[in-house]
């Protein structure tokens, strides 16, 4: 009730809540500043009025699921903040033999969509377990850890597009699914309202075999953790729990207990470089080739060393053009290689555990590439650490290293 005693809307209740809350309440890195309108959607339609009233304002909206992607700056937000919060699960027979498919509304929790589909016996997301966040924004970045990723198993979305008046539906190829990157990520405005999935059902094979297998294992760290060869399948259950101890062990599951899981995951995704640079690396950096894909800024140490800027600003411009000229030739785009991030930030100097003189942020203690909160941290100490690893990596290697969250109101 409002202090007039008229019932009060769950708008304006939720308006008066935000006034008192924070980005730090809402998201898994515990930073950010206030939220000037704070309004959630716990069904389809209530989303697209959401985002429809939202746009009808004018003023600026962004959308939040389980805030576990985000570093907000300690400003906060000027605009209307949109929680999804909409359920469902609705599970048909697949096109083909021995699928089914998945519609998985946005605000599901990704987890719980994982521990879902093994119990039932639909393989495909077993190595995604303890993704923390939404489903709605696994698309987003392409979600991807221990040999899986989102695009295996996405056939599309429904998509509510900036300035549209309904939902419609995308195909994963329309969305552009790269290594922790999409359309979306890349600047499509809009809403995922539900997403569509195509998994594996093992109900016929576990008639013969007894059990339900998953996809064949692809990640060394997950066989070895499992006692298996790459390329064996291993029951959905069993690598579940595997990745979720691995994760564990790593600071990568939520834990309340664990402040190196006071984090947006990894911080840095891992920079994509043309072969003729990884190759001036040291001989034990890990390296994987990769499909052409942008490659990342490299910035040659020789030039860093320059004593003019211009001189420098112009080598560089060279290089990168060298780059596009090559990657234009079809035939002859240079190969590009995937460097570990994790790597890079070690050899650069800094370590598990660190952080700058006085400062509440600090490298996860059993990960290089997790920014932690240690507590109380603002936002601008996250960006400082962030800055400083940027830092050294590029000094140290001439390589840029780019942040994985979505980045609000902070200079990186
Ligand atoms: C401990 C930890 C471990 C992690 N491990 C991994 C990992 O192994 N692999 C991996 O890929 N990621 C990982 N992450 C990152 C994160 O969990 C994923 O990116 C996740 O998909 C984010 O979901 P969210 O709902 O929390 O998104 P949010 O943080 O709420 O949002 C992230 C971005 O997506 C946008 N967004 C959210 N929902 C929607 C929607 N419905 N429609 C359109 N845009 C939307 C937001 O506006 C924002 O730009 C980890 C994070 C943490 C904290």
């Given at each position: 009730m409002t202090e007039s005693g008229t019932p009060e809307t769950t708008h304006a209740a939720e308006e008066r809540e935000a006034r008192a809350i924070r980005f730090a309440d809402l998201t898994t890195l515990r930073v950010g500043g206030p939220v000037a309108r704070l309004v959630t959607a716990t069904t389809p339609d209530e989303l697209v009025e959401l985002v429809h009233e939202a746009e009808a304002s004018g003023e600026p909206w962004m959308v939040l699921g389980g805030g576990s992607n985000v570093l907000v700056g300690d400003d906060g937000f000027d605009g209307t903040v949109i929680r999804i919060a909409t359920r469902g699960i609705d599970v048909r027979p697949g096109d083909e033999d021995g699928t089914v498919h998945l519609r998985v509304q946005?605000?599901?929790n990704w987890d719980e969509l994982v521990a879902f589909t093994v119990e039932r016996g639909f393989a495909g997301l077993e190595a995604l377990a303890g993704i923390p966040g939404s489903v709605g924004a696994s698309p987003v970045q392409n979600i991807g850890a221990y040999g899986q990723e989102l695009s295996s198993a996405l056939l599309g979305i429904e998509f509510l597009g900036e300035g549209e008046s309904e939902p419609r539906v995308m195909s994963a190829d329309e969305l552009e699914l790269g290594y922790r990157t999409s359309v979306l990520k890349q600047g499509l405005r809009g809403v995922v309202v539900s997403v569509d999935l195509v998994l594996h059902d093992t109900t016929a094979e576990r008639e013969v075999l007894g059990e339900a297998l998953g996809t064949p294992v692809a990640y060394a760290q997950l066989a070895n953790a499992l006692g298996v060869q790459l390329g064996d399948r291993v029951p959905l259950a069993r690598v579940r729990e595997a990745v979720l101890a691995l994760r564990a062990g790593k600071g990568m599951v939520l834990d309340?207990?664990?402040?190196?899981?006071?984090?947006?995951?990894?911080?840095?995704t891992n920079p994509i470089v043309p072969e003729r640079v990884a190759r001036?690396?040291?001989?034990?950096a890990p390296r994987w080739y990769v499909e052409p894909e942008e490659p990342d800024e490299v910035t040659p140490l020789a030039e860093l060393a320059a004593e003019s800027p211009l001189d420098a600003f112009l080598a560089h411009q060279a290089e990168l053009e060298q780059v596009e000229e090559h990657a234009s030739d079809g035939a002859s785009t240079p190969p590009l290689v995937k460097l570990s991030a994790a790597w890079l930030i070690e050899r650069s100097g800094i370590h598990r555990g660190f952080a700058l003189p006085g400062s509440r942020a600090g490298i996860s203690t059993k990960h290089t590439l997790a920014l932690t909160n240690?507590?109380?941290?603002s936002a601008e100490e996250v960006a400082q650490l962030a800055r400083f690893v940027q830092q050294r990596v590029q000094a140290e290697f001439g390589i840029v290293l780019h942040p994985e969250p979505t980045v609000v109101g902070v200079e990186l």
């Open positions: 946005a605000g599901e309340p207990d664990d402040v190196d899981s006071v984090s947006a995951g990894s911080f840095f001036t690396l040291p001989g034990d240690r507590g109380g941290a």
